[in-house]
């Protein structure tokens, strides 16, 4: 185990939220951290080890995330709050030093083109993370890969009926990947007859995206690729919100030593590639 100075110190926001209370229980001094700071506007005064467990640190939960850090020497932030305030939140940790890591989907692109020009103007690094399963990274990658060959392509993605964003953070990033990669255009279908508005999906790089949001799912996305006479799905499932916690580790572990606004847990998985 890591001694006390060399342990990362981290706040969480949205401690109180179910990745939240996972991220208390993941980001332990075994594994190289030291959680300070614990913010959610519910739950406040409550005991992070009543919410999370005993493997959770001994604080209680803050409201004020400003005055929490203004309170503690952080080094990074995690933030799976609401992507409404994940900008404020990024920019209150970076004006003091913080650099966030941010597992909040949902980002418009004004708040990313805030926080990257604040990550210039401040010199402080930030990561935004719109899928932190190794897993789901993967077949990120495996499908840049495909799309040189084989252009035609579709997303399903599948999500519990609380998430609020269609389509996922995962399913864009992905679409802008295979847009990226591609060598040649896709077939042009002929002109369709859509009988139900959204039937074909919403196009996001010219790529039908497909939300599905049911109780009974966690986070799931397959990847179809179609050529002459063959078909290739790349499928990705989580189960369990512990299949996040090692790309947690490895952002909260690594976002001081990048440089600038990084999108995607692949720019280090892959950063020596």
Same mark, same amino acid.
């Given at each position: *185990?890591?001694?006390?100075?060399?342990?990362?110190?981290?706040?969480?926001?949205?401690?109180? @939220?179910?990745?939240?209370?996972?991220?208390?229980?993941?980001?332990?001094?075994?594994?190289?951290?030291?959680?300070?700071?614990?913010?959610?506007?519910?739950?406040? #005064?409550?005991?992070?080890?009543? %919410?999370?467990?005993?493997?959770?640190?001994?604080?209680?939960?803050?409201?004020?995330?400003?005055?929490?850090?203004?309170?503690?020497?952080?080094?990074?932030?995690?933030?799976?709050?609401?992507?409404? @305030?994940?900008?404020?939140?990024?920019?209150?940790?970076?004006?003091? #030093?913080?650099?966030?890591?941010?597992?909040?989907?949902?980002?418009?692109?004004? +708040? *990313?083109?805030?926080?990257?020009? %604040?990550?210039?103007?401040?010199?402080?690094?930030?990561?935004?993370?719109?899928?932190?399963?190794?897993?789901?990274?993967?077949?990120?990658?495996?499908?840049?890969?495909?799309?040189?060959?084989?252009?035609?392509?579709?997303?399903?993605?599948?999500?519990?009926?609380?998430?609020?964003?269609?389509?996922?953070?995962?399913?864009?990033?992905?679409?802008?990947?295979?847009?990226?990669?591609?060598?040649? +255009?896709?077939?042009? %279908?002929?002109?369709?007859?859509?009988?139900?508005? #959204?039937?074909? @999906?919403?196009?996001?790089? +010219?790529?039908?995206?497909?939300?599905?949001?049911?109780?009974?799912?966690?986070?799931?996305?397959?990847?179809?690729?179609?050529?002459? @006479?063959?078909?290739?799905?790349?499928?990705?499932?989580?189960?369990?919100?512990?299949?996040? *916690?090692? #790309?947690?580790?490895?952002?909260?572990?690594?976002?001081?030593?990048?440089?600038?606004?990084?999108?995607?847990? +692949?720019?280090?998985?892959?950063?020596?590639?």
């Amino acid at each position: *185990m890591p001694s006390e100075n060399e342990l990362i110190r981290v706040a969480v926001v949205g401690a109180a @939220g179910r990745m939240g209370r996972e991220v208390l229980r993941a980001l332990t001094p075994q594994y190289g951290f030291k959680i300070l700071v614990a913010v959610d506007r519910s739950c406040v #005064g409550e005991h992070c080890r009543q %919410l999370a467990g005993p493997e959770a640190p001994d604080l209680a939960v803050k409201d004020k995330l400003g005055a929490a850090l203004d309170q503690s020497e952080v080094d990074v932030l995690v933030d799976f709050s609401h992507h409404s @305030g994940a900008a404020s939140h990024a920019t209150s940790a970076m004006k003091r #030093g913080v650099s966030p890591v941010i597992g909040c989907t949902g980002l418009s692109e004004a +708040d *990313m083109g805030e926080i990257r020009s %604040l990550t210039k103007e401040l010199s402080v690094p930030a990561m935004y993370v719109p899928n932190f399963a190794i897993g789901a990274v993967l077949m990120m990658k495996f499908s840049q890969l495909a799309a040189r060959w084989m252009p035609d392509a579709e997303i399903i993605e599948l999500h519990h009926d609380r998430k609020e964003d269609a389509p996922s953070g995962t399913a864009i990033l992905t679409a802008q990947l295979i847009s990226e990669s591609r060598t040649s +255009d896709p077939v042009r %279908l002929p002109r369709q007859v859509i009988k139900a508005e #959204g039937a074909r @999906g919403g196009k996001v790089c +010219d790529i039908p995206v497909h939300s599905v949001r049911l109780p009974g799912f966690l986070a799931h996305q397959q990847v179809i690729f179609g050529a002459p @006479g063959e078909v290739l799905t790349l499928r990705h499932d989580s189960s369990d919100r512990q299949s996040f *916690m090692q #790309g947690v580790r490895l952002a909260a572990g690594t976002v001081k030593s990048l440089q600038g606004f990084v999108v995607g847990l +692949d720019k280090i998985l892959f950063r020596d590639a």
